[in-house]
Nanobody, 128 residues
Framework: QVQLVESGGGSVQTGGSLRLSCVAS????????MGWFRQAPGKEREFVGS????????YYEESVKDRFTISRDNAKNTVYLQMNSLTPDDTAVYYC?????????????????????WGQGTPVTVSS
């Protein structure tokens, strides 16, 4: 059983930056494709981005690809989401998730149901 704990959320003004972290425990972190999702109030959960086991491949939702960067440190069992140039539209609860994939398939990483494990989420609020 893998446990995921996100941190780093908070309140920032438009144009600001935040770095979210997600620490995994209870499993072999290096085996998991990691994804970031977010859910804004009154909206469905949406895909933000994902990263392969080694970190060599990443995939982003179009709306964030030039502003957000996902990275991971397998030695620390941690995946990061660096968010720059934040806008109020980025306000949401951000979740990390872990998925066992035998092959890197970016389009699959967009599907929330494919992930086996989820964190509890960390809130991000961007004010104008």
């Amino acid at each position: 059983q893998v446990q995921l704990v996100e941190s780093g959320g908070g309140s920032v003004q438009t144009g600001g930056s935040l770095r979210l972290s997600c620490v995994a425990s209870g499993g072999d972190f290096w085996k998991y494709v990691m994804g970031w999702f977010r859910q804004a109030p009154g909206k469905e959960r949406e895909f933000v981005g994902s990263i392969s086991w080694s970190g060599g491949d990443t995939y982003y939702e179009e709306s964030v690809k030039d502003r957000f960067t996902i990275s991971r440190d397998n030695a620390k069992n941690t995946v990061y989401l660096q968010m720059n140039s934040l806008t109020p539209d980025d306000t949401a609860v951000y979740y990390c998730a872990a998925d066992v994939q035998t092959n890197w398939r970016p389009l699959r990483t967009k599907i929330a149901d494919t992930y086996e494990y989820w964190g509890q989420g960390t809130p991000v609020t961007v004010s104008s």
